[in-house]
Nanobody, 116 residues
């Protein structure tokens, strides 16, 4: 059973920062990509940021310049540093990994609420 354990969500004021983390029990050798998606009420799930095993990153246009995805040296923990948060960033954030066999695994989600 693959586990993805997320942490770091919460309530923050507009302009504030949060850091999400996600650790997987999967070996780094079988991970192709690690990333974060988000889903707001009434909206479709969308990709926020993703990092490949080679270190290539990509971001949603709405978060470029504000969010940074990174990972630890063991390549089993992925982080999402979120700065200059806006109310429209409010959503459940879900960690995602894709293996080299193209299987996908999801975390349970962590709530991020940006409100004054």
């Amino acid at each position: 059973q693959v586990q993805l354990v997320e942490s770091g969500g919460g309530l923050v004021q507009p302009g504030g920062s949060l850091r999400l983390s996600c650790t997987t029990s999967r070996s780094a050798f079988v991970i192709n990509t690690m990333g974060w998606f988000r889903q707001a009420p009434g909206k479709e799930r969308e990709l926020v940021a993703r990092i490949t095993s080679g270190g290539t990153t990509n971001y949603a246009d709405s978060v470029k310049g504000r969010f940074t995805i990174s990972r630890d040296n063991a390549k089993t923990t992925v982080y999402l540093q979120m700065n200059s948060l806006k109310p429209e960033d409010t959503a459940v954030y879900l960690c995602n990994i894709q293996t080299i066999t193209l299987r996908e695994y999801w975390g349970q989600g962590t709530q991020v609420t940006v409100s004054s």
